[in-house]
């Protein structure tokens, strides 16, 4: 495209899903609840591992983290898409648009990495239980939850940059639902090879080294769990199927938006999954990771402990 005399763009126009105009008040509704049900429960998961120490563990130090991270997440792309289904305007400025794609990407991208992480943690509780309190050490564990930060937001800080430099010559209105990378990509009217060539990087990086490593990791947890002729090995094979389908969502989804041929026309099925990636995914999360693990006992125990001392507190 040839760049002309275009005045600097200042504000963003989502117009994703416009096209279905009476499914707008069911999306707002649906985003509504599934955001509050996120943030609700993964709320009292988060107080929950901070107020029982029997909760002090590295599984629950994760989990908190992916809590807080799905949290944040949801947070930063959700209520800009719910005031987008209920508003005529449907702008966001400039500056509102940047934040937002590199807040989200750097929180999905950290979620990419923690996701490994946590498959790590259980590849050593389960295929190596004796030494598993003095491998994952509290500084270790510390040091690879902060590290799935920095790697992650560093990610996205490097696309996020790399993309607002560029002109738009006046193009500002985004077929999708946020201000999301690829949208913001097809906007730009100069050569973004170089912006291609470091997604590409980016997605070796923060999706395909994890899910190998995390593919490694459940090789070898299946293999020793195969081993137990018992009761515990069919309980561990459950919760290692459970961490896995949310892997395989999460990952699926991602890998559609970010590895797929790209082509200049968003499609619905571009739209439809990135709100899959962004809501029913880290709900899933929620249920899946936190409350069918092998710990959903100790979080119903943890539960009943602190009701007990509020409604004692009540009473006092």
């Known amino acids: 495209m040839k760049m002309g005399n275009y005045s600097p763009v200042t504000k963003f126009i989502l117009v994703g ?66 005031i987008i289904f209920s508003s005529e305007t449907k702008s966001i400025s400039f500056i509102g648009c940047a934040l937002q794609m590199v807040v989200s990407l750097g929180f999905g991208c950290t979620e990419c990495v923690l ?32 590290w799935s930060w920095i790697i992650g937001y560093l990610t996205s800080l490097l696309q996020k940059v790399m993309t607002m430099i560029l002109p738009f010559c006046g193009n500002n209105v ?8 690829l949208a913001l990509l097809k906007l730009i009217c100069s050569d973004i090879t170089i912006n291609v060539i470091i997604m590409t990087m980016a997605n070796i990086v923060i999706l395909v080294i994890p899910l190998l490593l995390i593919f490694i990791s ?16 069919r309980k561990k094979t459950f919760t290692c199927s459970a961490h896995l389908t949310v892997v395989i969502l999460f990952y699926g989804s991602a890998l559609f938006m970010y590895m797929k041929p790209k ?8 739209e439809v999954t990135g709100l899959f990636y962004g809501v029913v995914t880290l709900m899933l999360n929620l249920i899946i990771y936190s409350l069918r693990n092998k710990g959903n006992k100790e979080v119903k ?15 006092s």
Do not use: W
């Open 17 to 82: 899903l416009s096209q279905y105009p009476g499914f707008q008040f069911f999306l707002f509704m649906l985003c509504l609840i599934m955001y509050m049900i996120i943030l609700l429960g993964n709320s009292l998961l988060i107080i929950i591992s901070i107020l029982d120490s029997r909760l002090h563990t590295p599984m629950y130090f994760f989990f908190g983290n992916l809590s807080f991270l799905d949290i944040c997440y949801t947070s930063s792309s959700i209520p800009p898409m719910l």
């Open 115 to 146: 996701l490994a992480v946590m498959a790590y943690d259980r590849y050593v509780a389960i295929c190596n239980p004796l030494r598993y309190p003095i491998i994952m050490n509290r500084m270790l564990y510390v040091h690879m939850a902060a």
């Open 174 to 181: 985004i077929d999708h639902l946020t201000c999301e990378l």
């Open 218 to 233: 459940y090789v070898f947890i299946l293999s020793s769990i195969l081993r137990i002729n018992s009761a515990e090995g």
């Open 263 to 270: 082509s200049k026309d968003t499609n619905t099925s571009d």
């Open 301 to 315: 125990e943890a539960m009943k402990k602190a009701l007990r001392k509020y409604l004692h507190l009540l009473k």
